[in-house]
């Protein structure tokens, strides 16, 4: 387990890029104010994954925020179009921002929620703290497989 000060640091930096990804980034799937879902076809590769993270989800959000993080870089490969390069400084930080929108989006997906408690979701602060440590460990285990390939 990390130490206090690197787990407080951990927290400090996902709270800031929760920040950042609340005041820019890709606009979420509009719901549909009648019908009380999402007003737009949600993509059959986005549904696959949002299946695989509610499967996740009922392991631990740790789980569902690493199977959001895996199958987004897949996805990500296939749709490179996704990424908002326009509003980040670089690849990694629009990656983050349509991770925070597919976030919403899912929320929106399995429990019908609003985009603004699905943001409310997004915002607090043990779900930053956790989606600090899920991309962490993603970024650990992206590493040991280069490690690995080399």
Do not use: C
Not at 96 to 102: E, G, P, R, V, Y
């Amino acid at each position: 387990m990390a130490s206090l000060n690197k787990q407080q640091k951990r927290a400090k930096r996902a709270k800031a890029k929760a920040k950042q990804i609340r005041m820019v980034g890709r606009k979420p799937l509009d719901q549909d104010e009648d019908l009380g879902h999402l007003a737009e076809p949600i993509p059959e590769y986005t549904l696959a994954m949002f299946s695989k993270m509610r499967d996740a989800e009922a392991v631990s959000r740790n789980d569902m925020l690493l199977t959001l993080l895996r199958e987004l870089a897949f996805i990500i490969i296939d749709h490179p179009d996704l990424l908002d390069m326009e509003n980040a400084d670089n690849e990694g930080m629009a990656a983050t921002h349509l991770a925070a929108d597919m976030l919403i989006d899912y929320r929106m997906w399995a429990d019908g929620m609003t985009i603004e408690a699905a943001q409310a979701w997004l915002s607090e602060p043990q779900f930053i703290t956790d989606f600090g440590i899920a991309l962490d460990t993603y970024a650990k285990s992206v590493e040991s497989q280069e490690d690995k390939s080399e």
